[in-house]
């Protein structure tokens, strides 16, 4: 069975390239009916708060991406890890090392000045500690080292870089413990992925320099491996790493934004994967096809663009009354007072075609929520004297209607504006200024009909001069 898993660092929101890691591994194991693990990898103790742990958790419920199992916390498992160390020690796969920061600093001087890359020496391998007659200092607490193979390779087959190779000589021996009990990132993905049965390690490819040494731990504690595969970054349209210049970076920042989830996941699985030329599929059709054979090669460029026309997309198909629940509580957070318009629903199905966002439906949707008068400069470019007598008429007209809905709002439209020999815009743009205070609304007679009777008469006495 594929278990895949998400592995966040609570060191800050939930970022865009955290998202599609998430939304990857959960596709793949919802396509091969596998199981999504989420483990949050909480060691890294300065940097890690409960509030990243909330947001984490937040962007990835908003994004529809549920998890089996979960969600772990490395912080709570450092007895096993202890375990695991116990036997890379008995095994001598790993040993104490207690160079101290100093120590370590000198050495990297030392390494420097010669030109050669830093890396720790293996002075506190058993072998070398004896033949030095190094000693541990009394009451010192030691970190533990793992002892990467001298010779040979490591290889691992990357299921979107293809195979990777490196020489063992390239390798230190890396920290596996600190002396605190607290493992580092190498060590502690590679119990809990061992652990979790994880198949297959999907992740950013900011880590696929680490999965050599991982490989190496796996193999000295006999392990099977993962598969893996690491995606492409996320850059911006500058071709620089992701960053708040580019905008949002923090998913959660989207549902404030007005994008709705569905566009997201859309957006986020288009965003460095393809699935022949389709652009728009639901959550269902990426669950059935996506593979990591059609992950892209190279990085992927961000495009707030093409995010927003996802969004109008979805926005213009979804359904009416699910929107209207989505617009509800903006249009009451900017004033708006829902009870004194018509339905929500009615005003979102005439309004979301235009829309790109759900903020920009609940603007629009506003005018039927709110007072709004048109400011004096407006008023006076509209409304005049010329124009009066005909706003005289629709009222008359509007009044007399048996049926307030758009067609006999049209004809009487219609109707006075040739008794006035007036173009459409002439009468129409008074009626707007008067009615909802704004030059421009979608189509007249649906937002008169929508408006209600009562309103629209009341605001063309208001400016007719009656
Ligand atoms: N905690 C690591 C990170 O957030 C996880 C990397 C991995 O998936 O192995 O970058």
Redesign the pocket.
Known sequence: MIRTRF???PTGYLHLG?ARTALYSWAYARRHGGKFILRI?DTDLERSTEASVQAILDGMRWLGLDWDEGPFFQMQRLARYREVIEQLLRDGHAYPCYATREELDALREQQRARNEKPRYDGRWRPENAKSRGLTPPAGAKPVIRFRNPDVGEVSFTDLVKGTITVANSELDDLVLLRADGVPT?NFG?VVDDLDMLITD?I??DD?VNNTPRQVNIMQALGAQLPRFAHVPMILGADGERLSKRHGAVSVMQYPEEGMLPEAMVNYLARLGWSHGDAELFSRDQLVEWFDLKHVSHSAAQFDPAKLRWMNHQYLKTADSDALAALVAPRIERDGGVLADGPPLAAVVALLKDRAETLNALAESAMMFYRELHAEAALLAQHINDAVRPALRDLEAAFSALADWSHDPINAAVQEVMKRHKLKMPALAMPVRVAVFGLAQTPALAHVLALAGRQRVLARLQQYSGT
Do not use: L
Request: charged share 20%; glycine share 18%.
């Open positions: 592995a966040p660092s955290g990898e990132y993905v390690v992740r950013g880590h």
